[in-house]
């Protein structure tokens, strides 16, 4: 379930926060960043759901109302856990570009990256943002993974589109991984383990005479995956495809030269 962010009510006091100092300690002695970060600890621990102003004030041994001078909502709290959050993904900004491989290493890079983040941080793929964050490890990110893009013959739309399409679709996939983890946690079987317990039902039910394909492709999909589907098999398969779109785009503009 996406968790709806409510947009700042003051545009110009978020973006201060994300582009000030997150280091410089308050009266109450803490700083943003600690604030930051004890609001990711209860995300990644106990979930989105969890993830109050009240439960960060308690978290860091302070009063709510305290809290709130040093971050005035819960919108603006949460898009510098995202900053934050984006500030893990590479070292620097040419982290991208120098991977072996040229272009395509890097957006496999940079694909692999963003997986593994929405991994540690399961919240991310929670919480709609409805617009992007404009703070400064968030430049950064779009910077470093638009350069490996650069000087191939594609327009600036169509480097934007190309990024666009890889993180759309790494997103997609790591929620579905994330939401199949969670089933096999909540119900305390795997996917084999469930389709092993369903299969004598299924076998009366699903005549194969009537879905030979489906029959076929499905058996043969679940002995590959242990289990109906393999989110993390699809990641690779269909990045492997979409970069082999990508691959005939530029072939394309070159020749167009």
């Known amino acids: 379930m996406n968790h709806k962010n409510p947009p700042s009510t003051n545009p110009a006091r978020s973006l201060a926060l994300l582009w000030g100092s997150r280091s410089e300690a308050g009266r109450s002695g803490l700083t943003l960043k600690d604030i930051v970060m004890a609001a990711m600890q209860i995300a990644d621990s106990e979930g989105v759901d969890a993830l109050s102003m009240r439960n960060v004030a308690g978290r860091l041994g302070m009063g709510t109302m305290s809290l709130y001078t040093h971050v005035p909502g819960k919108a603006d709290l949460i898009d510098l856990m995202f900053d934050t ?32 983040l929405y991994h540690r941080h399961p919240w991310m793929l929670q919480i709609a943002t ?29 480097m934007d589109a190309v990024l666009t399409l890889i993180l759309t679709y790494v997103e997609g996939t790591a929620r579905a991984q994330i939401i199949r983890d969670r089933t096999q946690q909540d119900s305390g079987m795997t996917d084999e383990e469930w389709w092993v317990a369903h299969a004598p039902i299924l076998d009366k039910l699903v005549d194969p005479t009537r879905f030979p394909v ?17 989110p993390e098999f699809a990641f690779h398969f269909g990045l492997e495809r979409i970069l082999d779109g990508v691959a005939a785009l530029i072939a394309s503009k070159k020749e167009q030269q």
């Open 130 to 158: 409805g617009r992007s964050i404009l703070g400064p490890h968030a430049a950064t990110k779009y910077e470093a993974e638009l350069r490996p893009l650069d000087n191939l013959g594609l327009s600036d739309v169509e």
């Open 85 to 116: 959050a984006y500030g893990e993904l590479y070292e620097n900004v040419e982290s991208p570009s120098q991977q072996p491989g040229g272009w395509r290493g890097a957006l496999l890079f940079i694909a692999k990256r963003n997986w593994d």
């Open 214 to 230: 489906a029959t076929r492709v499905g058996i043969s999909a679940g002995q590959e995956y242990q289990g109906a589907t393999s």
